[in-house]
């Protein structure tokens, strides 16, 4: 007899289930499907950058250079050039100060998973420490 205690079983097919409780979180047009912590069970980085909220950055960062560098003297001044509401354009700019952590997150398309623009448009503290605990903690 041949002894098959240590042979591999390459003969066997087995499969395994394994059952785990996750989320959906709409996300503009797309759905998210969010684990249990808090992640996005998507791990590929195109999947989960958000544009939008990468064009709102990159917006408040360009207006908030434009206005230090005296390309215009007021954000009226801006709004009504660009043709957008003075109060839209204030509220971009303010994105320009976010924490380095914040912005980069969101430019991986690593921030949390129920992170929206609605969010980052409402206000927020200056201090980057509060602001990551405002917008990356993890949401029970």
Partial sequence: GTDTANQPNCGLQTSI?????????????????????????????????????????????????LLYAGTYATIEDMAAAEKINPS?????????YLSPTIVETILDGRHPAHLTMKDLMQPFPLEWAAQERQFLARRP
């Fill in 17 to 65: 289930t394994r059952q785990v409780p996750v989320d959906y979180c709409k996300w503009g047009s797309v759905t998210v499907m969010v684990l249990p912590d808090g992640s996005r069970a998507v791990a590929r980085r195109e999947a989960t950058v958000d544009n939008t909220m990468v064009k709102v950055l990159a917006r408040g960062f360009r207006w908030q250079r």
């Fill in 88 to 96: 839209y354009i204030s509220r971009l700019m303010r994105l320009a």
